[in-house]
């Protein structure tokens, strides 16, 4: 990895710092060439600190380290994404990140989907659409469709249709997100099943 750390006069290049799991932005610091190959090392990462002129390994003090993973650096080769485990809050003030987000885990569109859902489940009786209508009727009733498009899919898997595949198992995943919430459940309650699988 060939890093430019003579592109700026003070020796420095950004090195941001991304969750290896969630792929959330968590804080960003400055690194020269020895807080980088201390935290090749050490495995912790260690940044060079503009206030105090000195190394700086995040966690220190706080017992809240960044857990190295992987060091990529840009087309420019001046600026470095640093992949951790993090151990704690990053953010000196508590919070997750230094913007002071939640480090959860985003499913893209299914977690807007899923808000949706919510949204709909929680209206009330003036709601007429069809997710609050299946809340109405209970959890025998979406358990039903669920099973209902799971058989669907797997008819479908059995053709060569890729088309009406692929309509039936989005009714079976949008179905499946109103049965987990049915049960007080979410996507990130099944991520962190699986999680526990994988070790």
């Given amino acids: 990895m060939k890093i430019d750390f003579n592109k700026n006069a003070d020796g420095l290049v950004p090195a941001i710092v991304q969750d290896a799991t969630t792929k959330n932005v968590l804080m960003l610091g400055y690194m020269n060439e020895e807080a980088l190959a201390k935290t090749q090392e050490t495995k912790k990462v260690t940044f060079y600190s ?12 706080s017992g809240n380290f960044l857990n190295l993973v992987d060091i990529k650096n840009d087309c420019d080769n001046d600026t470095l994404l640093i992949s951790v485990n ?59 469709k669920v099973g209902e498009e799971a058989v669907e899919t797997v008819i479908e898997a059995k053709d060569n249709n890729d088309e009406l595949f692929l309509y ?17 459940f979410t996507l990130k309650d099944i991520e962190a099943e699986l999680q526990k699988r994988h070790r």
């Fill in 50 to 61: 503009r206030s105090k002129q000195r190394l700086w390994t995040k966690g220190e003090e």
């Fill in 86 to 144: 993090p151990v704690g809050p990053t953010c000196h003030t508590g919070s997750d990140t230094c913007w002071n987000e939640e480090n959860t885990s985003n499913f893209g569109f299914l977690s807007q989907l899923e808000k949706v859902i919510e949204q709909r489940r929680t209206a009330g009786s003036g709601d007429t659409s069809y997710v609050a209508s299946l809340f109405e009727k209970g959890i025998n009733k979406i358990a039903q």
């Fill in 168 to 184: 039936e198992s989005a009714d079976l995943l949008f179905h499946y997100l109103i049965l987990l919430q049915a049960k007080g």
